[in-house]
């Protein structure tokens, strides 16, 4: 487990650097206004991404956690559900930089930008696929690839002085690249022959034939590890879709109090106000891959085989993995807001002196969001997701609302506020409804049980 968790973490620090690098260089070539502008692009776009992916990455994980190689299923259809879904996005995002003609700089930059929409679905899909797989370096690989490249962009963009329009050029050749590799790390997965993580291999899978069908030999080629029709037969459009709806309403009202105050900036303040909010939000993004990495990454999978076996696995993530997440969420929150002061006008340029003080606001939100998203992995897990979509609702009205009133008053520091306001009452939202709906009146574990638990049953719990 800490071998797996740290290939993950290993790879998100080369993320959290090749972003954060990136920033740096776009901040240091263009000018502030451009910046401001590219950036609150980026943010709209990626916006977007869990509309286009339609929840079918998280889907997936939750139906094959629950049904095993039968869920191959449910690939297909949701495969479809997608691509539609990224169809209709593109265009949207095509028409919306149509809307900014005659500005022919700003219209490039947001068509350019419209491939991440793309790339974006694309890395959540596959990504899903190597959890299932347990292939976690090959995750690895796919998240860092993608900001590499856009490394490169930018290294060219600082190294020829370019414009924002090249910049914008080089993240739609990352993003086409990200697709293609995408889908070649997925072949093995869309044929249904794809060996699953805690689940029997397929021959063993085989020998085992579904009620009423014709009994299989002892042993069987690889294929296609469901067969088609019958009881396996893809579940209709309307299962389909309630399946996946909860994820998309979640993962909008996650992006929502990522992206949405630097677009607001960027629309009442302008470009180069919104660069000081964009700055301190690059940061606060890199810092929360730290639980993204835990739970969605490598826990969920997991957490949804063991909501139906393993009881007591469960109330550990609970009890330790929640408190040690808020706990290591202070610690990071206090260096964030030390070293910020000190380092963002140094990496950043003079110009961005005024991001300290904003990036020490937003590090009070730390602590919530790490705790936060500890129990909202044990809600998803066990069969509240859409209790705790509602909370993250709850949320995102409340940081629109302080956004509403706190932006135009204070600005960008009124922007950083409101984002705490929100963390704050959503983490506690969903504290509250673990503690309820998935804890009860079960005992909590003990240190001991958990020490037990690594020591001794750890490859059972896996």
Same mark, same amino acid.
């Given at each position: 487990?800490?071998?797996?968790?740290?290939?993950?973490?290993?790879?998100?620090?080369? +993320?959290?650097?090749a972003a954060?690098?990136?920033?740096?260089?776009?901040?240091?070539?263009?000018?502030?206004? %451009?910046?401001?502008?590219?950036?609150?692009?980026?943010?709209?776009?990626?916006?977007?991404?869990?509309?286009?992916?339609?929840?079918?990455?998280?889907?997936?994980?939750?139906?094959?956690?629950?049904?095993?190689?039968?869920?191959?299923?449910?690939?297909?259809?949701?495969?479809?559900?997608?691509?539609?879904?990224?169809?209709?996005?593109?265009?949207g995002?095509?028409?919306?930089?149509?809307?900014?003609?005659?500005?022919?700089?700003?219209?490039?930059?947001?068509?350019l930008?419209?491939?991440?929409?793309?790339?974006?679905?694309?890395?959540?899909?596959a990504?899903?696929?190597?959890?299932?797989?347990? %292939?976690y370096?090959?995750?690895?690989?796919?998240?860092?690839?993608?900001?590499?490249?856009?490394?490169?962009?930018?290294?060219?963009?600082?190294?020829?002085?370019?414009?924002?329009?090249?910049?914008?050029?080089g993240?739609?050749?990352?993003a086409?690249?990200?697709?293609?590799?995408?889908l070649?790390?997925?072949r093995?997965?869309?044929?249904?022959?794809?060996?699953?993580?805690?689940?029997?291999?397929?021959?063993?899978?085989?020998?085992?034939?579904?009620?009423?069908?014709?009994?299989?030999?002892?042993?069987?080629?690889?294929?296609?590890?469901?067969?088609?029709?019958?009881? %396996?037969?893809?579940?209709?459009?309307?299962?389909?879709?309630?399946?996946?709806?909860?994820?998309?309403?979640?993962?909008v009202?996650?992006?929502?109090?990522?992206?949405?105050?630097t677009?607001?900036?960027?629309?009442?303040?302008?470009?180069?106000?919104?660069a000081?909010?964009?700055?301190p939000m690059?940061?606060?993004t890199?810092v929360?891959?730290v639980?993204?990495?835990v739970?969605?990454?490598?826990?969920?999978?997991?957490?949804?085989?063991?909501?139906?076996?393993?009881?007591?696995?469960?109330l550990?993530?609970?009890r330790?993995?929640?408190?040690?997440?808020?706990?290591?969420?202070?610690?990071?929150?206090?260096?964030?807001?030390? @070293?910020?002061?000190?380092?963002?006008?140094?990496?950043?340029?003079?110009?961005?002196?005024?991001?300290?003080?904003?990036?020490? +606001?937003?590090?009070?939100?730390?602590?919530?969001?790490?705790?936060?998203?500890?129990?909202?992995?044990?809600?998803?897990?066990?069969g509240?997701?859409r209790?705790?979509?509602?909370?993250?609702?709850?949320?995102?009205?409340v940081?629109?609302?302080?956004?509403? +009133?706190?932006?135009?008053?204070? @600005?960008?520091?009124?922007a950083?506020?409101?984002?705490?306001?929100?963390?704050a009452?959503?983490?506690?939202?969903?504290?509250?409804?673990?503690?309820?709906? +998935?804890?009860? %009146?079960?005992?909590?574990?003990t240190?001991?049980d958990? *020490? *037990?638990?690594l020591?001794?049953?750890?490859?059972?719990?896996?």
């Amino acid at each position: 487990m800490l071998a797996q968790v740290g290939l993950l973490g290993l790879s998100q620090a080369g +993320v959290t650097v090749a972003a954060f690098g990136s920033q740096v260089l776009l901040a240091r070539t263009l000018t502030r206004e %451009d910046f401001g502008s590219f950036t609150a692009v980026l943010a709209v776009v990626s916006l977007t991404a869990p509309l286009a992916v339609f929840g079918v990455s998280e889907l997936w994980l939750q139906v094959f956690g629950q049904e095993g190689a039968r869920a191959y299923r449910w690939v297909g259809p949701s495969l479809r559900l997608a691509g539609a879904a990224c169809a209709a996005l593109l265009l949207g995002v095509l028409a919306w930089s149509a809307a900014e003609l005659p500005d022919v700089t700003a219209a490039a930059v947001r068509a350019l930008l419209a491939t991440v929409v793309v790339a974006q679905a694309a890395l959540a899909l596959a990504g899903s696929v190597r959890q299932l797989r347990g %292939d976690y370096r090959g995750l690895s690989a796919l998240q860092l690839a993608p900001h590499l490249g856009r490394v490169l962009v930018t290294v060219a963009v600082w190294a020829a002085g370019l414009s924002v329009v090249a910049a914008a050029a080089g993240y739609a050749v990352v993003a086409v690249a990200t697709v293609a590799a995408c889908l070649l790390a997925s072949r093995e997965f869309r044929r249904g022959a794809m060996p699953l993580e805690g689940h029997p291999a397929p021959a063993a899978r085989a020998a085992v034939p579904a009620p009423g069908a014709v009994p299989a030999p002892a042993v069987v080629p690889a294929g296609p590890a469901v067969p088609a029709g019958g009881l %396996d037969a893809g579940p209709r459009p309307g299962e389909l879709l309630g399946a996946a709806t909860p994820y998309v309403l979640g993962n909008v009202c996650y992006l929502l109090g990522i992206h949405f105050g630097t677009v607001l900036a960027a629309e009442l303040l302008g470009g180069a106000e919104a660069a000081l909010l964009a700055v301190p939000m690059a940061v606060l993004t890199a810092v929360y891959l730290v639980p993204r990495v835990v739970y969605q990454q490598y826990l969920l999978g997991k957490l949804h085989r063991w909501a139906g076996s393993d009881a007591e696995a469960v109330l550990l993530a609970y009890r330790w993995g929640s408190a040690g997440m808020v706990a290591l969420g202070a610690v990071v929150a206090a260096a964030v807001a030390v @070293g910020g002061l000190v380092a963002l006008p140094v990496v950043f340029g003079p110009e961005y002196r005024d991001a300290a003080p904003v990036l020490a +606001v937003l590090a009070l939100a730390v602590p919530f969001r790490f705790g936060g998203a500890a129990v909202a992995a044990l809600l998803t897990s066990g069969g509240l997701l859409r209790r705790k979509v509602a909370y993250q609702a709850v949320g995102a009205v409340v940081l629109l609302a302080a956004l509403a +009133v706190a932006v135009p008053v204070w @600005g960008v520091r009124g922007a950083a506020g409101a984002t705490v306001l929100a963390e704050a009452v959503l983490c506690c939202l969903l504290w509250v409804a673990a503690r309820r709906g +998935v804890v009860g %009146d079960a005992p909590l574990p003990t240190w001991r049980d958990l *020490r *037990r638990r690594l020591s001794r049953e750890a490859p059972r719990a896996s």
